[in-house]
């Protein structure tokens, strides 16, 4: 297991990257919400991985004896912050294992780069060989921590997403105002109260998508940075909403015919699911956090 220098600038273990100077926590590339004593922490352990750290060494490092601190309860939660970023528990450690009465230990394999080596690396190399190297190299892409695909731009993401919106939003506008026809067109294949119940249900759906359509179009366009985490819980209810939507292209199959029909129909089908997906690019973070 490799053990990172106090000089250290990098420390790379499984997703998670860590930027000693910068105090800065990546998984995936994404940058996670971990600052102050919990980084501290977590550096410290980086800085010592393999080895067991007492609960005094680490008040010696981050608490000096004159901070007046319930220090017990600072370091427990600051390992608590620390095992909620890296997605770990102290029951089945994978990163921070715990030892009782002892103090705890970084047990997965740590891989350190420091500051300034690419650079200096790259000097001696231009001068030996007495013509231009590149000091550095491309930097990795960042990949989605679940999804497993490069993250694109977010305003790629946003915009699409945004795009689907006003798209459903037409649709329930332009059913409003035509419902009449929505009616008439149900009449040739339904008996009078299923036409009348199908134009109900329009109206009725439709006045419900309305207002969270404008809710999701103005929280993308505002970049409501929990919409990550309120699109998660709200999927079931736009899930069933959309499916409902879904097989609004057969009332105008006399218009665009059966194939044209169904093809649309399947289209719509699996548009709650990009949305999805547009939504967990956007707010990667968030998502995974929740």
Avoid at 84 to 96: I, T
Avoid at 252 to 257: D, K, M, N, P, Y
Avoid at 270 to 285: D, K
Wanted: net charge neutral.
């Amino acid at each position: 297991m490799a053990v990172p220098s106090k000089n250290a600038g990098v420390a790379r273990f499984g997703v998670f990257e860590v930027d000693l100077s910068a105090g800065e926590l990546r998984k995936s590339g994404v940058k996670l919400r971990l600052q102050g004593q919990p980084f501290q922490v977590l550096a410290f352990l980086l800085e010592h991985a393999g080895e067991v750290v007492t609960r005094e060494e680490l008040q010696q490092k981050l608490w000096p004896s004159d901070t007046f601190v319930d220090f017990d309860h600072s370091l427990n939660t600051a390992i608590n912050k620390v095992r909620e970023a890296l997605g770990d528990s102290a029951s089945n450690p994978r990163y921070v294992e715990t030892l009782a009465r002892r103090g705890y230990r970084f047990i997965a394999p740590v891989h350190t780069r420091d500051q300034g080596d690419a650079h200096s690396q790259a000097a001696e190399r231009t001068q030996s060989a007495g013509r231009p190297v590149p000091a550095t190299t491309d930097p990795p892409v960042a990949m989605h921590p679940e999804l497993e695909v490069p993250i694109p731009r977010r305003a790629i993401t946003r915009g699409l997403f945004m795009l689907i919106q006003v798209m459903y939003l037409a649709f329930y506008l332009t059913a409003l105002f035509r419902l009449h026809d929505v009616q008439a067109v149900a009449d040739l294949f339904l008996p009078a109260w299923g036409a009348t119940s199908l134009a109900a249900a329009v109206m009725v759906t439709a006045g419900v998508g309305i207002p969270l359509r404008c809710y999701l179009m103005s929280a993308v366009g505002f970049d409501y940075q929990r919409l990550g985490e309120k699109f998660r819980q709200i999927f079931p209810f736009v899930l069933a909403l959309d499916q409902l939507w879904a097989i609004a292209p057969f009332l105008l199959i006399q218009e665009i015919g059966l194939g044209a029909a169904f093809a649309v129909s399947a289209a719509l089908l699996y548009l709650p699911f990009s949305e999805r997906t547009l939504i967990r690019m956007a707010y990667a973070g968030r998502w995974a956090q929740t």
